[in-house]
């Protein structure tokens, strides 16, 4: 017959793992809850047709010393919701500057059955560059492996956002793990033009990889102002 000390372990033992597999069950789901509403966050960034960002001219500064002039140009993109990102500002030794862009579609297939991370194109902001030889100048506007800024999260750096992005970029740039998961392609355009004073450059990645950059002569009330 059984001791009542045994009984009483074995019981312990039986509430013991039934709350840890409660336990372990409720981390399970309430993680996969968690990466989904992640997920879904991104997915809801994907939606717009297009990617805009403002180019101007901010400063012309000439080097005696070097006998080149430099230009300075600021840098404003748009989220995919159409909201300013923080602008970021470059210098080059000269004025005829590119800008690159990545535009990575999914096959059709994944576009017609509405595939959650596959139907729709990705499309960012890459590099902003002038070719000079070897004295060309280039920064990196997205950072590879990076979430870039405009589908990006707000609040602090999250785990699975980066998992996410860390598999689009092998996307992008592996062919062999395109081939594998239904990219169509993985387009760069670069697009460039002369960059003055006085001039509102605006750039524009449509959703089927075309990049432009459009012109408009700025308002004559904004010239030789610093606005704050």
């Known amino acids: 017959m059984m001791s009542p000390k045994i009984r009483l372990l074995k019981y312990l033992i039986f509430i013991a793992f039934w709350a840890l597999a409660g336990y372990w069950t409720y981390t399970l789901v309430a993680r996969y809850l968690y990466e989904t509403a992640?997920?879904?966050q991104v997915i809801a960034r994907f939606q717009a047709d297009s990617r805009a960002a403002e180019v101007l001219?901010?400063?012309?500064?000439?080097?005696?010393?070097?006998?080149?002039?430099y230009?300075?140009?600021k840098f404003l993109e748009y989220d995919s919701r159409g909201r300013p990102l923080e602008p970021?500002?470059?210098?080059?030794?000269?004025?005829?500057?590119?800008?690159q862009s990545l535009v990575v579609r999914f096959d059709d297939i994944h576009v017609r059955?509405?595939?959650?991370?596959?139907?729709?194109?990705?499309y960012l902001f890459w590099k902003v560059f002038m070719l000079d030889g070897k004295n060309t100048q280039e920064y990196d506007i997205t950072r590879v492996n990076a979430v870039p800024e405009g589908y990006k999260i707000a609040g602090p750096d999250n785990s699975v956002e980066a998992r996410f992005w860390t598999r689009f970029w092998a996307y992008a740039l592996d062919p062999a793990v395109a081939r594998g998961e239904g990219i169509k392609n993985a387009q760069i355009e670069a697009p460039g033009t002369m960059f003055v004073p006085g001039i509102l450059y605006?750039?524009?990645?449509?959703?089927d990889g075309g990049l432009r950059i459009d012109t408009a002569q700025i308002a004559?009330?904004?010239r030789g102002e610093k606005i704050p």
């Open 202 to 207: 605006t750039i524009k990645i449509e959703h």
């Open 88 to 99: 970021q500002y470059f210098t080059f030794s000269g004025n005829i500057i590119q800008f």
């Open 57 to 69: 001219v901010t400063g012309v500064n000439y080097s005696e010393a070097e006998q080149k002039t």
């Open 220 to 222: 004559n009330i904004l």
């Open 38 to 40: 992640i997920l879904q």
């Open 113 to 122: 059955q509405g595939d959650r991370l596959k139907g729709k194109s990705v």
């Open 71 to 73: 230009t300075t140009i």
